[in-house]
């Protein structure tokens, strides 16, 4: 069983920047494909960033490419998402995904394990 958990979340200013994080453990926290949602009230849930368990490779929605960065410490089995520019769009409950076979199952929405949340708020 893995679990994992967000950090990071807070209020920021618009044009401000933030970085989350996802701290995972358990026997596969070691090699996860893991990335970000984000969910608004009222809102579905979307898919911001992935990165492979060798992060090498990384995947991002349209609305956030170029002001977002998703990376990986594997030493640390954590995930980061560095936020920049943000807007007041951008204001949601931030969840960490990750999944043990298949990057495309993060990417998705249909991982194998979900964050509690952190929630980012943005003030214009």
């Known amino acids: 069983q893995v679990q994992l958990v967000e950090s990071g979340g807070g209020l920021v200013q618009a044009g401000g920047s933030l970085r989350l994080s996802c701290a995972a453990s358990g026997r596969t926290a070691s090699r996860l494909h893991m990335g970000w949602f984000r969910q608004a009230p009222g809102k579905e849930r979307e898919f911001v960033a992935a990165i492979r368990s060798s992060g090498y490779t990384t995947n991002y929605a349209d609305s956030v490419k170029g002001r977002f960065t998703i990376s990986r410490d594997n030493g640390k089995n954590t995930a980061y998402l560095q936020m920049n520019s943000l807007n007041a769009k951008d204001t949601a409950v931030y969840y960490c995904?990750?999944?043990?076979?298949?990057?495309?199952?993060?990417?998705?929405?249909?991982?194998?394990?979900w964050g509690q949340g952190t929630q980012v708020t943005v003030s214009s």
């Open positions: 995904a990750a999944d043990a076979q298949m990057f495309r199952s993060v990417v998705a929405g249909t991982p194998n394990y």
